[in-house]
């Protein structure tokens, strides 16, 4: 039996979460120390969900 992924691409797909258009221009994940880049369109920005829990199911987030 295989077991589904929780976390990563495959669950998230192209889900982004909006951040503040002032936001840094990316954020590091505390736990992993991966650096996840804003997305900028318009006057939007977001950062992309699989990224950000590519690894565990909750982050913890600073700018980088």
């Not at 982004?16 to 997305?39: E, N, W």
């Not at 699989?50 to 909750?58: D, K, Q, R, T």
């Amino acid at each position: 039996t295989c077991a589904l992924p929780i976390f990563g691409e495959r669950v998230w797909g192209d889900t982004s979460i909006a951040v503040p258009a002032s936001s840094p221009k990316a954020f590091q994940h505390v736990l992993t120390g991966q650096c996840i880049h804003v997305r900028q369109q318009g006057d939007a920005a977001s950062i992309p969900a699989a990224g950000v829990f590519e690894h565990f199911p909750i982050a913890f987030l600073e700018g980088c």
